[in-house]
């Protein structure tokens, strides 16, 4: 795919390996690959079209429209601008936490909190415990009020 992109005209990032930049006079699109997912995004409509029909003959793929969901992020358009949520991903965590029907809660953790040792057996699922910090670690990309806690729960890892 990668191929693809540069012989179109395509500019890899220097930042990041997944996000490709077209500039031309007129036209200006960016795409970010992830595996065999696409986000394309231009401000030239008729340029993006005849890079999809580009695409369509390189690969057999099929156009999702406007991007409403990616990676966990649900992304939401208004007059107001550009929204991105991660709603659907956190009830995903709750779910698979087995929380779903818990009630919430306001009592936050206090700074600079030393968490003891406990005096029991250790959890006997710590590949479990790992894999849900890390989707909290990746929830915390919109939910930035969370980061101490998650920092606190990922020392435990």
């Not at 993006?48 to 099929?62: G, Q, R, S, T």
């Not at 989707?135 to 939910?143: D, E, G, S, V």
Request: aromatic letters at 12%; glycine letters at 6%; one cysteine or more.
């Amino acid at each position: 795919m990668f191929t693809a992109l540069k012989h179109y005209g395509f500019q890899q990032s220097i930042s990041h390996y997944s996000l490709f930049v077209l500039q031309r006079p007129g036209i200006h699109i960016v795409v970010l690959a992830y595996v065999d997912n696409l986000i394309i995004s231009g401000d030239n409509h008729k340029a993006i079209v005849e890079f999809k029909a580009y695409l369509h003959n390189c690969f057999h793929m099929k156009d999702l429209g406007i991007l409403k969901y990616f990676l966990g992020v649900e992304v939401a358009r208004s007059s107001a601008g550009i929204f991105l949520c991660q709603r659907k991903y956190a009830l995903d965590i709750i779910a698979e936490a087995g929380l779903l029907g818990a009630k919430p809660s306001n009592v936050s953790i206090e700074q600079n909190h030393h968490l003891e040792l406990a005096a029991d057996l250790p959890f006997p699922h710590p590949d479990q415990y790992r894999r849900l910090v890390g989707c909290l670690i990746y929830l915390c990309f919109t939910r930035p009020e969370l980061s101490y806690c998650v920092h606190v729960l990922s020392q435990f890892m």
